[in-house]
């Protein structure tokens, strides 16, 4: 006996509530993706001219001549003193920086931003004692206020980052000079400007 299967109709109730949690997270997706923003401004408390930056900008000297103050509106950045994202790096998160240079003690305005990507997921890494990933080997999942203090390493001077995006510190307690890793690769920190790092964290997405 052939038996036709009919299936159970979906109630329109059922169906509103799909079609609002995928909207919902479209918004969500959009809102992380595209919608990073920071407004430069030429003198402090966001005065002079401005230049609303939407992405990465290697060099601000095609807009204006001098940066002294900004607002993020959205996002997280890494901030550099030099074009080309070189020099020393500085993390900006949404707030207002009415005078940023008297706040991080910077020497040199900024010259040019990155933004970083907002990232949800578990975070991974492997930092080393030496270089080319040699020496005594550490795998990490959460930050880390001293490298001494865990693991009776001075200091780490290769890694890997599998998965998230990380803050490294040359002091212990994430102080001092900052620098940004994004997964991949790091054979040697030898064109870091001879630094030393022995603290580190991650990138939460709550600080976007």
């Known amino acids: 006996m052939k038996v036709n299967l009919v299936p159970a109709p979906i109630s329109t ?8 949690f995928v909207n ?64 020393n790096q500085y993390f900006f998160r949404r707030g207002d920086y009415a005078d940023y240079m008297s706040m991080f003690g910077m020497n040199n305005c900024i010259r040019s931003c990155r933004m970083i990507p907002m990232y949800r997921g578990s975070y991974r890494m492997r930092i080393y004692e030496r270089e080319n990933f040699m020496g005594q080997m550490y795998e990490m999942m959460d930050d880390c206020d001293s490298t001494m203090d865990r693991y009776r390493m001075s200091h780490c001077q290769s890694c890997h980052v599998m998965d998230g995006h990380w803050l490294f510190y040359e002091q212990p307690h994430y102080r001092g000079k900052m620098w940004y890793f994004r997964p991949g690769e790091y054979r040697s920190f030898s064109n870091m400007g001879g630094m030393r790092f022995m603290s580190m964290r991650h990138i939460m997405d709550s600080w976007y």
Request: hydrophobic share 30%.
């Open 13 to 20: 109730q059922f169906y509103s509530k799909i079609i609002a």
């Open 24 to 87: 919902f997270n479209f918004r969500s997706v959009k809102r992380s993706i595209l919608n990073f923003q920071v407004t430069f401004y030429e003198d402090r408390n966001f005065q002079g001219r401005s230049y609303d930056c939407m992405g990465d900008c290697a060099d601000f000297s095609s807009y204006m001549s001098r940066c002294h103050s900004c607002r993020v509106h959205s996002g997280c950045w890494m901030m550099y003193d030099h074009p080309n994202y070189m020099g």
